[in-house]
């Protein structure tokens, strides 16, 4: 059930993506009266699950028909709608434009007023254009859209006054648990669940920290850079050992433990940290530790039997408004579609970050690189459609700034050749533009096998 969750995720979430995307050059056509063939939902190689036409003064609707149909064939003039049968993404296919299609036929055709190739450069453009634009756009209407609904909760990093929790790798790289991070190459970091990814993006060389009331500098080694891509939970959140429950089948079910002790220190070692604790912990499974315990005004010393796992058979009270000030937002309408704007343009700058890494040889973030399989994980294993839409944004701009590459086969590519245009008044020839097709698609499918490659690796 939880694959089957996943896989519709996932279907709809790049269908719908994908079709809003296709949307956009449609519409950018249809203002430029450029001629739109088809425009479908999925795939329909040989054959369509529905797909519909209007002709001879009424629309024309049919099921689960060949694409080969002289009837509808002889009214190109009009736009056929349909839904194919693979279920991934869509296309819109404008006549008079190479594409992925490869229609070389009809380009050998005299130009059509109506046809892509004959539009002036600019109008070409923003046909071109369109599909990222819509991206975007979607973006900051699902954004704004989530704001208003859910508002926002966020731990500033300056409100996380315990510091952080590192585990070993930034242990290796010199921060320590209890730091304060205060900025990363003097930049600050407004939200403290983003210090890692701020720390990656940035390729950071040095930390500024704040580590028993003293100000630091910790050096950061770029060759660590790999392992930070590739290592979650850097920086956990930092926060105090108070017990929630103490469960009925616990071994220290009879100590004297209870609901709200918080523990101040292990064999009289001052420590208050969950993270810290829980190490110390580790170290004596099967055996037995004192524990020191603040409860309301008193201090308490009480023994504590630490099971083979390391634990003490106790649940912790894990609400971060009882430890820390939360900040948390609402929106209306007039303020939800400003700050989904912002919130799109800082995700956007932050993925453009992302893929420099990604064509860094050195970072080695190209073997985070994935395919469908990836996207899957980051779903939820339940339906959940706070983090569904959230997702739904966050794809939306990596697929808008993906086809900005430029790369011939995406709208980049064909975006770099039309500016080139403008600027020269040269046009590539056809020809040309068929060879460039066939490269860029070449290297798309290098990158499908790396990407499939990577999530493959990542099963074993």
């Known amino acids: 059930m939880v694959v089957l969750i996943k896989i519709i995720q996932v279907i709809l979430a790049l269908s719908l993506l994908v079709l809003f995307h296709e949307f956009g050059h449609y519409c950018f056509a249809k203002l430029f009266k450029t001629r739109?063939?088809?425009?479908?939902?999925?795939?329909?190689p040989r054959r369509?699950?529905?797909?519909?036409?209007?002709?001879?003064?009424?629309?024309?609707?049919?099921?689960?028909?060949?694409?080969?149909?002289?009837?509808?064939?002889?009214?190109?003039?009009?736009?056929?709608?349909?839904?194919?049968w693979l279920p991934f993404g869509g296309y819109c296919k404008i006549a008079g434009m190479i594409d992925e299609s490869m229609d070389t036929e009809a380009m050998k055709q005299p130009p059509q007023p109506y046809e892509f190739r004959t539009k002036k450069?600019?109008?070409?453009?923003?046909?071109?254009?369109?599909?990222v634009l819509f991206n975007f756009i979607l973006a900051i209407i699902l954004y704004a859209a989530i704001l208003g609904t859910w508002g926002e909760e966020y731990l500033r990093n300056e409100d996380a006054v315990y510091g952080v929790a590192v585990n070993d790798l930034s242990y290796e790289i010199g921060f320590r648990d209890g730091d304060r991070i205060l900025a990363f190459d003097g930049v600050p970091t407004e939200n403290f669940s983003s210090l890692q990814v701020d720390l990656v993006r940035a390729?950071?060389?040095?930390?500024?920290?704040?580590?028993?009331?003293?100000t630091l500098t910790v050096t950061i080694d770029p060759a660590y850079?790999?392992?930070?891509?590739?290592?979650?939970g850097m920086f956990d959140l930092a926060f105090p050992f108070?017990?929630?429950?103490?469960?009925?089948?616990?071994?220290?079910?009879?100590?004297?433990?209870?609901?709200?002790?918080?523990?101040?220190?292990?064999?009289?070692?001052?420590?208050?940290i969950v993270q810290q604790i829980q190490k110390e912990l580790a170290q004596h499974r099967g055996e037995a530790?004192?524990?020191s315990l603040k409860r309301n005004s008193d201090r308490l010393v009480?023994?504590?039997?630490?099971?083979?796992?390391?634990?003490?058979?106790?649940?912790?009270?894990?609400?971060?408004?009882?430890?820390?000030?939360?900040?948390?937002?609402?929106?209306?309408?007039?303020?939800?579609?400003?700050?989904g704007a912002r919130k799109t343009w800082s995700t956007i700058k932050g993925y453009v970050q992302e893929l420099g890494l990604i064509f860094s040889p050195k970072t080695k973030a190209y073997k985070s690189v994935g395919s469908f399989i990836a996207i899957g994980r980051i779903f939820p294993d339940t339906w959940d459609w706070y983090k569904f839409w959230t997702l739904c944004a966050l794809l939306s701009i990596m697929l808008g700034v993906m086809n900005l590459l430029p790369i011939p086969a995406l709208d980049g590519g064909h975006i770099l050749f039309l500016i080139f245009e403008m600027l020269t008044g040269r046009r590539p020839s056809d020809k040309f533009m068929e060879v460039a097709e066939w490269i860029g698609m070449t290297l798309l499918l290098l990158l499908m096998v790396l990407a499939f490659g990577n999530d493959i690796r990542s099963l074993f």
């Open 242 to 272: 108070v017990v929630k429950e103490v469960q009925a089948d616990s071994p220290n079910a009879g100590s004297g433990l209870a609901a709200g002790d918080e523990v101040v220190g292990i064999d009289g070692q001052p420590m208050f």
């Open 302 to 339: 009480i023994p504590l039997l630490v099971d083979t796992a390391g634990h003490v058979g106790v649940l912790l009270d894990t609400d971060l408004n009882k430890f820390f000030q939360v900040t948390t937002r609402q929106y209306n309408l007039a303020t939800a579609l400003p700050a």
């Open 121 to 131: 450069a600019w109008q070409r453009f923003f046909i071109m254009f369109g599909g």
């Open 48 to 84: 369509s699950i529905f797909k519909c036409k209007r002709f001879d003064g009424k629309w024309h609707c049919r099921f689960f028909s060949s694409n080969q149909d002289p009837v509808w064939d002889a009214h190109p003039e009009n736009t056929e709608y349909g839904i194919g």
């Open 203 to 214: 390729q950071a060389r040095e930390a500024t920290v704040l580590r028993d009331g003293d």
């Open 289 to 291: 530790v004192v524990a």
């Open 36 to 44: 739109v063939e088809k425009f479908y939902l999925f795939f329909n």
């Open 225 to 232: 850079l790999p392992a930070m891509l590739n290592t979650p």
